[in-house]
């Protein structure tokens, strides 16, 4: 399998938590684009927790769909134009499929808002540059919605590998295995969206796996070479690929992500092999094991969809940050290195279906 090449960069490391708000600066005024299951369930509850509900004010949400019901006394708008109805806004909260992000992300800035987008933002290169040329030239703040890099266990994760409590590690290997891709708000009886390429634009790669992929360039950041495969292996209704496998090596490491849909039941589980020992996370348990102690934290409770809404708050903490201090390219970075490794996983994939199809008789 042939692979492809790219640069060696510094690890891209996540902006502190942000100070509590000033009690005498206004709300930034937002309108969430998209009402389904990760605003209704993640984004809204978030922005009124305790910690934020002064820092925010949601307008509104912006959704033609029937049903949307985003509570709070949110008003629902059918259409984009009728944002100008709620008064001044400061910024757009992207929550729809993938498909819209980029067409989305570059109205708002045209617009003069600030804007927060669902992952991932940009799928290749190119759109990464559109959006930030679009960034720079309106002033405004774009925020990709990575808030897994707030994920208690992921968080331990980083601190024991800063700490070299296993010594330099050199192997990260990344499970994430489902039943079928998440149905959101349509319900199980449906076609989920994201198996319809329309809307998706990619299958279990770009929508979970772009969760791994900040994960690990946090860490090490761009890598040498990218090699993937992917494939469609049940017979659901999808249009995407169900499953992948990626192979991200540096010269002295190597990173491996497999996800599917297509299992029989659900894991995720991460694993890090240093010269000292290694550190494993298996759905609520985290350990390391080391020349120098054994350590079992038991986080179930933590990471609990429940506890979603906390990850999307520090992350929000930090696109307010970002738009009081004027940071104008806190995101940009982020968004082109997840779209390149995107661009450069998908490209691997189809060079090696097309060496399959030439090797079949």
Not at 219 to 228: F, M, N, S, V
């Amino acid at each position: 399998m042939r692979g492809t090449r790219g640069t060696c960069s510094r690890p891209s490391v996540p902006m502190p938590l942000s100070p509590s708000p000033n009690p005498d600066r206004p709300p930034l005024r937002g309108v969430i684009v998209g009402g389904g299951a990760v605003a209704t369930r993640g984004h809204i509850p978030a922005y009124f927790s305790a910690h934020l509900a002064r820092r925010f004010q949601i307008l509104g949400v912006v959704d033609p769909a029937p049903g949307v019901a985003p509570g709070h006394g949110i008003p629902v708008l059918d259409r984009l134009d009728r944002i100008r109805d709620l008064g001044p806004v400061d910024f757009l909260d992207v929550c729809t499929p993938t498909a819209l992000h980029l067409r989305l992300t570059l109205w708002g800035l045209e617009h003069g808002f600030h804007v927060l987008c669902e992952k991932p933002v940009a799928l290749n290169r190119n759109e990464a540059e559109q959006i930030a040329v679009a960034a720079k030239r309106a002033g405004r703040v774009v925020l990709p919605c990575h808030q897994y890099r707030y994920n208690p266990a992921w968080l331990k994760i980083r601190e024991w590998l800063k700490a070299g409590r296993i010594g330099r590690w050199h192997l990260g290997e990344f499970i994430v295995r489902r039943t079928a891709a998440d149905a959101g708000a349509g319900g199980a009886a449906d076609t989920p969206w994201r198996g319809r390429r329309e809307k998706s634009r990619g299958g279990i790669l770009l929508d979970h796996g772009t969760h791994l992929i900040y994960l690990v360039l946090d860490l090490a950041g761009l890598p040498q070479e990218t090699r993937c495969w992917t494939g469609r292996l049940r017979r659901e209704p999808y249009e995407v690929e169900d499953t992948a496998h990626v192979l991200l090596r540096y010269p002295d490491r190597a990173v491996t992500f497999f996800l599917t849909w297509a299992d029989q039941t659900r894991a995720t589980s991460i694993r890090f092999t240093g010269e000292r020992g290694l550190i494993e996370w298996t759905e609520g348990v985290l350990c390391l094991d080391c020349d120098t102690a054994h350590e079992r934290l038991d986080l179930a409770r933590e990471l609990a969809k429940s506890a979603y809404p906390s990850w999307f708050a520090r992350l929000f903490r930090r696109f307010a940050a970002a738009i009081e201090r004027h940071e104008l390219t806190v995101g940009l970075r982020e968004i082109h290195e997840v779209g390149a490794v995107l661009e450069e996983s998908y490209a691997s994939a189809a060079r090696e279906s097309d060496v399959l199809a030439q090797a079949a008789p």
